[in-house]
Structure formats: C-alpha cells, structure tokens
C-alpha cells in the first residue's frame, strides 16, 4: 500500500510529471534486463564493447526505455574518456532515430500525442523563433521525459542537424556526470543496486524536485517565445 505522503505527492503533479513518474517504474523493471546486458558486453564483447554500446542506445531510446544505465554501467566497464565517446554518440543517435521516426512513419500518432502535453505548445512557439537554444535549454533540464521529447520535437520545424547538435550538447554534462559515477563503482551489480534502495518518500521528493524545474524551465521557454 502506498503511504499517504507520498499519494498526496502523486495527486499534485501534473500530467507532466506522472508521466515522469511513470518512466521511472518502467526504468526500474529494466534494469536487470540492462544489467545482463552489460555483463554480455563486458565478458564476451572485448574491444568491440564500446562499439554495441553506443549502438544499444539506438533500441532503446526508439522504445522509451530509459538508458541512464548503459551511461553508467559504460562508466564502469571502459573508464571516463572512452565512455563519455560512446555513451554520447549513443545517447545522440537514439534521439536522432526516434526523431526521425516521429517525422517520418510516426507523425500522424505523433501528432494525435500532441493534446496530452498541453505545456509543449509553449515549447513549439518557441522553437519557432530560437529552436535551437530551446533544444539545448530542454535536453539540459528535460521538461519531459527523455525519450517522449524526442518524439515531441519531431512534428517541429527544427532541422535535424540542429536537433543533433543541440541535443548532443545538451546531454553531455549529464553523460559526463552519469559516466564519472560509473568509474566510482565497485562492481557492475553497484550500477543498479541503488535505484532499488529508493524508498517512496525518496522517490516523492524526486519527482516534486523534477516538477518544481521543470515549472521553472516552462517559465524560461515561455520567455523565449516572446523574445
């Protein structure tokens, strides 16, 4: 049974941040999944590890799933220089393959999405006049999940290579933080050992943390779309 607190946490956000709650237990029920995988590429893989590495992400990335995992697990198994290469050329061609996705054969489900996310329109507005310092802003504080972003910026006019480069840019201090922790780890199981010590008020209190900046970043696009 959920404790009261963190019902009342669950009950304020919005649809936004549900959402990102949702993502959150669905990041959880992957990680052995992830794990196993890891343990595949750091066993049987050798020099080629960094290589699948990067090209996990692409899967991944196209089917929501989030990948805080391979960033990390990359940290641990290939050390700092050679994870932050794979881990964001990896990150990098997953958003840009379900970016191309929602543009191309997904637009129309796309599109029909588009009423669910009511603060997106904000973020379309502005796009339009600086698409892509509003790139950057939202891959560096995600006003949404992640992989739902990708799709969402699909149906905007931002070119790819924008999109690319902004995103690139924009996920690299969280890749470079996610990869240094990686290299801090004593072992591969420590790489999803955490996330499963979480406790409720733990997680409420992450998630109002996450609604809080992303209000706060709402603000900024908002601001933007007027300058």
């Known amino acids: 049974m959920v404790d009261s607190f963190f019902g009342n946490c669950v009950l304020v956000l919005s649809r936004s941040n549900r959402v ?6 669905k990041f959880l029920t992957s990680l052995q999944i992830l794990k196993d995988f890891l343990l595949w590429v750091h066993q049987d893989l050798g020099v080629w590890g960094p290589v699948v590495l990067a090209i996990a ?3 991944l990335t196209i089917m929501a799933v989030p990948a805080s995992i ?3 697990g990359g940290g641990y198994l290939f050390g700092l220089p050679i994870a932050i290469v794979a881990d964001s050329i990896g ?4 958003a840009g393959a379900a970016f191309l996705l929602g543009r191309t054969i997904g637009k129309s489900f796309v599109v029909s999405k588009l009423k669910d996310y009511p603060q997106f329109r904000s973020v379309a507005i502005a796009i339009h006049r600086s698409g892509f310092k509003i790139i950057l802003l939202l891959r560096l504080v995600p006003l949404l999940p992640f992989n739902i972003m990708n799709y969402l910026l699909s149906v905007t006019p931002i070119s790819l290579g924008k999109y690319m480069l902004a995103s690139w840019l924009g996920m690299m201090p969280i890749t470079v933080a996610l990869v240094y922790v990686g290299t801090t780890l004593k072992d591969l199981s420590d790489v999803t050992h955490g996330w499963n010590e979480f406790s409720k008020s733990d997680w409420a209190f992450l998630v109002l943390g996450l ?3 992303g209000k706060c970043q709402l603000v900024c696009i908002t601001i933007f779309s007027f300058l």
Do not use: K, V
């Open 57 to 59: 992400y692409i899967p």
């Open 20 to 25: 990102l709650l949702i993502f959150f237990f």
């Open 91 to 94: 990150a990098t061609a997953g």
């Open 70 to 72: 391979l960033t990390l």
């Open 211 to 213: 609604s809080i900046s």
